[in-house]
């Protein structure tokens, strides 16, 4: 988990696993002052989110605190938010994850999220935090968190999308 938390702000593996290990060490030293505000879980991805965003920042890239990108132009989605045209459907979760070219893509769509939406789509669908944990740790809104992670899963639904092709799989 922390390794994944990390990689939304480092792009290197091995930076990542770097960023994990100090976190624990961090987390030892710190455990003492733990003062239980949030649960343990959220107390260590917290300290793992800024101990990655240290080291992007030391690194000499920058973390966009806000996600300033235009919607979509794929036009899938009416004025007031509903689908213009049904969303396919997918074989199981299972089988589609057998599928190496479709689990590459989708594993490069992952990473070419901006950094908050990566980072809220791996604690919320990879990790299984739930919305209130991922808007302590990241320090976000209620209405924020659900857009970015509205806006990174629609990302990767169209990266799925175009890897099934337009009539989805049989």
Known sequence: MLVRLATAYVKSP?????????TWTAVLDALPSFEGRSSLKTWIARIAINRAKTRAQ???RQVPLEDDEPPSSDDRFGRFGQFKRRPMTFDSPESLLADR????????ALEDLPPQQRAIVAMRDLEGFSSEEVCNVLGLSE????VLLHRGRGRLRAVLERALGEGGRS
Do not use: L
Request: net charge negative; hydrophobic share 35%; glycine share 4%.
């Open 58 to 60: 030391r690194d000499g």
């Open 143 to 146: 209405s924020n968190q659900r």
């Open 101 to 108: 070219q479709i689990r590459a893509a989708i594993e490069r």
């Open 14 to 22: 091995s930076v990542a696993e770097e960023i994990a290990q100090d």
